[in-house]
């Protein structure tokens, strides 16, 4: 089992910024990507960012390119998501998500791409 745990989120002012952390434990040896979704209410779950397990693949969605920048920390089991010049069209609960699939190098950018997920956590953009 891995337990993926999100903080980090809160309530910013449009033009701020933020940085989620993604907490992995449980089957932490085994290699995964990483990737992050958000979710508006009312809205489907939307890809944001995603890491390759190794690090070296980054893909972001059209809406947060050049604004949110996704990374990783190998060793201590922990991805983040830098999140800059925030609009309030971000406002949305924040997931992590892993998948142990890493046959193919190219992470995916679907929700059933990734096989756990963290709780959430919120982001609130003001205006």
């Known amino acids: 089992q891995v337990q993926l745990v999100e903080s ?8 701020g910024s933020l940085r989620l ?3 992995a434990s449980g089957r932490t ?16 779950r939307e890809f944001v960012a995603t890491i390759s397990w190794n690090g070296g693949t ?3 969605s059209d809406s947060v390119a050049g604004r949110f920048f ?14 800059n010049s925030l609009k309030p069209e971000d406002t949305a609960v924040y ?8 046959r193919t190098a190219v992470p ?4 059933r791409d990734y ?7 919120q982001v609130t953009v003001s205006s």
């Open 29 to 44: 040896f085994s290699t995964y990507h990483m990737g992050w979704f958000r979710q508006a209410p009312g809205k489907e």
């Open 21 to 23: 952390s993604c907490a």
């Open 95 to 102: 997931y992590c998500a892993a998948n142990f699939d890493v």
């Open 8 to 15: 980090g989120g809160g309530l910013v002012q449009a033009g």
């Open 108 to 111: 995916g950018q679907e929700t």
């Open 70 to 83: 996704v990374s990783r920390d190998i060793a201590q089991n922990t991805g983040y998501l830098q999140m």
């Open 115 to 121: 096989d756990y997920w963290g709780q959430g956590t």
């Open 58 to 60: 980054r893909y972001y």
